[in-house]
């Protein structure tokens, strides 16, 4: 991954995420991998507990199977574009989501299948994974990612989860470069938004860096 760079609006029950992306391949000619489709994957962190969950996410909640593989059809993508709405497009390519699946942080066999950073407790980690050709990045297309994620709510505060995943990037790259590798993240809630001892005030926002499995999460509470 030769860039990630996020943009996420808190709002008071849900974010909203706009990411943007670029890819290099590292496979040698020759290798089998040089022609093998490009599979790219989606991680959505939402609450176990449809209590905790805005209505539309209580909705998919209610309406999907948890540690298993969900087919997206007419009688349910309906549900999942308003939950989750996910968008992915290849430069000017769109792709479609046709599947999509649930993981439990409290099932053994969930665990055996997800990193463990990707679990943390009263979520559901969501996956889609789609795949495209790999002649699309000979061009070094953008691949965007837009979709909605529903906060989890408890008495006084909500909370927002996100993973970042950089996996086989090349010997010697880092992400340090905030200008290649970032999260901006804008709090439009009505409440103040905590990361450790950062505080971001309404209508404020901030410049994150991003780590391989260096979990960001980010806490909601109402002023007093």
Sequence with gaps: MSSERLEVKLLDDVAEIDGRFH??????????????NVYFEVPIWVPCDPKNADPATAALLRSCSVSSLNWLKDDN?????????????????????????????????????LPAEWFRKGFYCITARVDFQPDWLTTDPEIRVRYRQGLCRTSNSSEFHYVPVFWQMPQGQTTRDLGHYSMQLLNDSDMTATLGTVQIPTGHSSILPLAHHE?????????D
Aim: net charge positive; no cysteine.
């Design 77 to 113: 993508r309906a549900v999942w574009d308003t939950a989750i709405g996910l968008k992915i497009t290849v430069g000017k390519r769109p792709l479609k989501i046709e599947t999509y699946a649930v993981f439990d942080p409290l099932s053994k066999e969930d665990q055996k299948r």
């Design 23 to 36: 890819f290099r391949s590292t496979a040698k000619k020759g290798d089998p991998s040089a022609t093998a």
């Design 215 to 223: 979990s960001i999460t980010i806490t909601l509470k109402t002023n």
